[in-house]
């Protein structure tokens, strides 16, 4: 079966570094994959979609990658701020299955 | 534009009694899904649908009951709720693709 998997519960940076969050996924071939940020008490927001066939896609201090050979995305905040502080949660497109969350903290 | 809007907020429930959240969305988005979510388990889809009149099931839809009589709202049931329903719900619209999620109901059943 399809399983999603998010490297870690809890990552923890400094302000001003470059804060990077991976998704892995197995027996799946996705079309796209997103990324959705979430805060404590509140319904996710989506951040950036990336599909099949392109490598990377950046949103002002975001970048995703995307490499379906070794089925993984990456995706990065450079020059963090603690307001960068949230759950960060990955999900393959319209299945819309999603990872249990990565939970960033950017300490000042 | 209020965008998606969830109906209760929160709700203590006994166990064998029924409830219905209500999901409303303002963008005229075809597509709605139901979510509901636990510690350490993400978000899991229980119902879905891609249109007024349509339901389909979801990853975890046992227990649960949804309709769309109307494009704007989505309305999920527990007709007996059990423990193992205590959860945070999310509902959530879509034009297609990206996500637009409501704030959540904090159900707890004892």
């Known amino acids: 079966s399809q399983k999603i998997e998010q490297n870690s519960e809890a990552l923890n940076i400094q302000e001003g570094k470059t804060a990077t969050l991976t998704c892995n996924y197995t027996?799946?071939?996705?079309?796209?994959l997103q990324w959705y940020r979430q805060d404590p008490g509140r319904g996710p927001v989506f951040l950036l979609l990336i599909r099949e066939n392109e490598k990377e896609k950046r949103k002002e201090r975001l970048k995703v990658t995307f490499d379906t050979t070794l089925k993984q995305s990456l995706f990065h905040i450079t020059a963090s701020q603690p307001a960068d502080s949230a759950t960060y949660l990955c999900?393959?497109?319209?299945?819309?299955?999603f990872g249990a969350g990565t939970r960033l903290t950017v300490k000042p | 534009n209020a965008g998606v809007t969830q109906t209760p907020k929160f709700r203590v429930l006994k166990t064998g009694q029924s409830m219905t959240l209500l999901c409303a969305q303002d963008m005229n988005h075809e597509y709605m899904y139901w979510y509901r979510q636990d510690p350490g388990m993400g978000l899991r889809l229980i119902h879905y649908?891609?249109?007024?009149?349509?339901?389909a099931k979801g990853e975890v839809p046992d227990g649960y009951n949804v309709s769309r009589l109307k494009k704007q709202n989505f309305l999920l049931g527990l007709e007996s709720a059990a423990p193992s329903q205590t959860s945070v719900y999310f509902c959530?619209?879509?034009?297609?693709?990206?996500?637009?999620f409501g704030p959540g109901t904090r159900l707890t059943v004892t």
């Open positions: 649908s891609v249109g007024e009149g349509t339901t």
């Open positions: 999900a393959l497109d319209n299945d819309m299955r």
């Open positions: 027996n799946y071939s996705p079309a796209y």
């Open positions: 959530a619209s879509s034009p297609l693709v990206e996500q637009y």
